[in-house]
């Protein structure tokens, strides 16, 4: 076991190399000057040029010049940005919570929801309610993300009035940053205001989770039912039926722990398209995290910004494919016995 998590790690770091070096490149082809597109900073006087002309070796070869600019992303040294003069590592600190926050809600309610309805659509024989439910599925997949957010924001936001349409907590709430996830902070506030802060936060963040959750519900559903209606066919579930196990334990003990397997599988393989939907949804709903930054950044070509966005993404991404990979290992009884008898 320790030899795979070494090589899982190996795989992190030659994966992130190469992401760096994708960015090394970019970087020299920016339309902007060298400098200001290491360090953000427009007009340098003569000190600051030397300074970053030393931190970044840019008299030296390409190849001591990727080396600096490694050592100074590794570092935290991610310039400032070229239009609020801030850090980029204090923006993307302020920016990441929101992204995690709205992410881990939508995929709690696809997997939530989802499970549930690929049992139902695996066990069911009434034929209407499976194909509903696939009909259902194949619609949500095939639907585009940016009409669905603005859709729901008509109906649900400006027609019926029922949701908030855009941005995290009403302006008139002031909580304090504790963890930086708006959920959690507003329950931790000693504000008198903090249950109904926190029921607003919650309102506002429905709508964007739940267009964001679309995708991997659907996902989950047809991976759930193809997984069921396979394992429901094995040699053990037909021992636990003859034993005269009651469906609903054959299913909840023996049937849907190992078909969550294959779900948590394709769930890492699928972490890309959810990012990019999630900078969509961000953006249709102002919600105040790293795609709506990013994307704000590449409107107004803030070079650091864009390279600070698209290291973080693709870092978070590479990260929670290789710890899913790992979980689904750990889970899988084939894969544990395939790595045991590698070792």
């Not at 939530?112 to 949500?140: E, Y």
């Not at 507003?186 to 802060?197: E, I, P, R």
Request: hydrophobic content about 55%.
């Amino acid at each position: 076991m320790i030899r795979y998590l070494i090589r899982r790690l190996n795989l992190f770091l030659a994966t992130s190399l190469i992401l760096f070096i994708v960015m090394f490149i970019a970087v020299s082809k920016f339309p902007v000057d060298r400098i200001a597109a290491l360090t953000g900073i427009q007009q340098p006087t003569a000190q600051q040029v030397t300074r970053i002309t030393q931190d970044y070796r840019l008299n030296d070869g390409q190849i001591s010049q990727f080396i600096a600019y490694l050592q100074q992303r590794l570092n935290g040294e991610l310039g400032v940005s070229s239009t609020s003069q801030n850090l980029i590592l204090d923006e993307l600190t302020a920016v990441l919570p929101a992204s995690f926050e709205l992410g881990f809600f939508a995929g709690l309610i696809a997997v939530l929801f989802g499970i549930p309805l690929g049992v139902l659509a695996s066990l069911s024989t009434n034929k209407i309610t499976q194909h509903s439910i696939m009909a259902i599925t194949l619609t949500g997949y095939s639907i585009p993300v940016f009409w669905l957010g603005l859709t729901l924001s008509l109906w649900f936001g400006v027609q019926l009035g029922w949701l908030p349409i855009s941005g995290q907590i009403n302006l008139l709430y002031e909580i304090d940053s504790i963890t930086g996830f708006l959920l959690i902070d507003t329950l931790l506030s000693d504000s008198k205001y903090a249950l109904s802060a926190f029921l607003d936060a919650l309102q506002h963040i429905i709508l964007p989770a739940v267009t964001l959750a679309v995708l991997p519900f659907t996902v989950v559903v047809r991976i759930t039912r193809s997984a069921m209606m396979t394992i429901m066919e094995e040699t053990y579930i037909k021992a636990a039926e003859a034993r005269g196990l009651h469906t609903s334990t054959i299913v909840l003990r023996h049937a849907l722990p190992n078909a969550f397997i294959p779900v948590l599988k394709n769930l890492g393989l699928m972490l890309g398209a959810f990012a990019s939907y999630a900078m969509v949804v961000e953006v249709i709903f102002s919600w105040p995290g790293v795609g709506a930054w990013l994307v704000s950044g590449i409107y107004q070509r803030d070079y650091t910004v864009i390279q600070g966005g698209i290291l973080s993404v693709a870092l978070i991404i590479i990260f929670l494919s290789i710890l899913i990979e790992i979980m689904h290992t750990a889970l899988n009884p084939i894969s544990r016995k395939e790595l045991y008898a590698a070792n």
